[in-house]
């Protein structure tokens, strides 16, 4: 079976520009037509074909194949049958002439974020979280010796609604009393944070970026609550993520639904395992768990798979107290399909040249 991206990346490859608007049924008979034989270009059964010999490997042959062409070796066999799918399927498109080697299909640059916030051992309903680490990781997703981490953003913020944290918060994430009593409130920190992505690394303006975390709380709960407390807009950055969980399920799917025997989304730790990886530092300290995550995050990238937005903030209706919930889904996020997720990233890009053009014009 060839997978529907391949097909839609050949498609787009093929595509010429439409000089006059047909019928709409003339349309559709056309792209019929045109999509069957797509799906007979002979690249497509030559990939087809090696699938199959991969999924008949077993996990010692997956890592020799993997070693002879100086792929990473470890993790379980799901990831290295997927490593090594993608690996053929890139270069036979490649062989094939329908696509470039130095093609990138992702943003240019990755931030992960892992806010750790206040909290109690079992937080109450309407338990009002705020931030007190704001870490950040910038990865770059393609060019000379990617992908890799670039740089990290890391600050601790003074809470002010529960200035006092916990027993539970203090022993879960390592941070102390002194540390937030030191440290600058949110609007500050976001400030710094802002100029970071903007200013530092021309996030948005020269580059297009995406924001990605572990799961949905971290926009749809922390950012989500501290804008409210705070009664500022929700920031037009965050208002769209990739969440990893989610990612990762569907790149390895296969591996992931069989051996889990559920449906539940991976968290960091299960992610770290199928990659044969080790968490590295203190869980729960915020700039590490965002360090860990960039690292699979790399692994993904490495593994040629494109990280897309699949979640957005959602417009609560007023009066509506979606904090109280706890579990897995909040009223403040949406799921985003494939579809709007391309648009999204083309929007991204169109600011990019036309903040690009914009600028070269005024120096000239
Ligand atoms: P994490 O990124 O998993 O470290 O979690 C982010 C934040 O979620 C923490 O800083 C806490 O505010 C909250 N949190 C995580 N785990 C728990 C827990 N077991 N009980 C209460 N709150 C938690
Ligand atoms: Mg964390």
Redesign the pocket.
């Known amino acids: 079976m060839v997978d529907k991206e391949s097909r839609d990346m050949y498609k787009c490859l093929q595509r010429t520009p439409k000089k006059q608007k047909k019928p709409i049924v003339v349309q559709k008979e056309e792209r019929k037509e045109k999509n069957s034989n797509y799906l007979e270009h002979p690249v497509y059964n030559d990939i087809s074909l090696i699938n199959g010999e991969i999924n008949r490997m077993d996990c010692q042959v997956l890592q020799l194949k993997c070693k002879e062409l100086h792929l990473d070796c470890r993790g379980k066999r799901e990831a290295l049958k997927r490593r090594l799918k993608e690996y053929w399927k890139v270069e036979k498109l490649i062989e094939a002439g329908l696509m470039e080697r130095r093609t990138n299909r992702n943003a240019d640059f990755l931030v992960v974020i892992?806010?750790?916030?206040?909290?109690?051992?079992r937080?109450p309903p309407g338990y009002p979280?705020e931030i007190i680490e704001f870490p950040a990781v910038l990865i770059a997703s393609g060019g000379e010796d990617c992908p890799r981490i670039m740089d990290v953003f890391h600050a601790f913020v003074r809470p002010v609604i529960n200035p006092h944290l916990s027993e539970?918060?203090k022993s879960?994430?390592g941070i102390d009393q002194e540390t937030v009593d030191a440290a600058d409130t949110f609007p500050m920190v976001h400030q710094r944070f802002v100029e970071w992505m903007e200013v530092k690394h021309g996030l948005g303006s020269r580059a297009t970026y995406l924001i990605v975390t572990?799961g949905p709380?971290d926009m749809g709960r922390?950012m989500y609550l501290q804008m409210r407390h705070l009664g500022h807009d929700y920031p037009a950055y965050a208002s769209h993520w990739a969440n990893l969980r989610k990612v990762f399920a569907n790149f390895y799917k296969e591996g992931f639904y069989k051996e889990t025997k559920d449906f539940k989304l991976p968290g960091l730790q299960t992610m770290l395992t199928q990659l044969g990886m080790e968490f590295e530092g203190q869980?729960?300290s915020?700039v590490d768990?965002a360090k860990n995550i960039a690292r699979i995050v790399v692994k993904l990238l490495y593994d040629r798979a494109v990280i897309r937005v699949n979640e957005r903030i959602a417009a609560v209706a007023k009066g509506v107290d979606d904090s109280n919930r706890t579990g897995a889904k909040l009223l403040s996020v949406v799921p985003v399909m494939r579809k709007e997720a391309e648009s999204w990233y083309k929007k991204q890009k169109c600011l990019v040249v036309v903040k690009e053009t914009t600028t070269t014009t005024q120096e000239e």
């Open positions: 892992d806010f750790e916030a206040t909290c109690e051992e937080n979280h539970f918060c879960l994430t572990d709380f922390f869980p729960h915020g768990d």
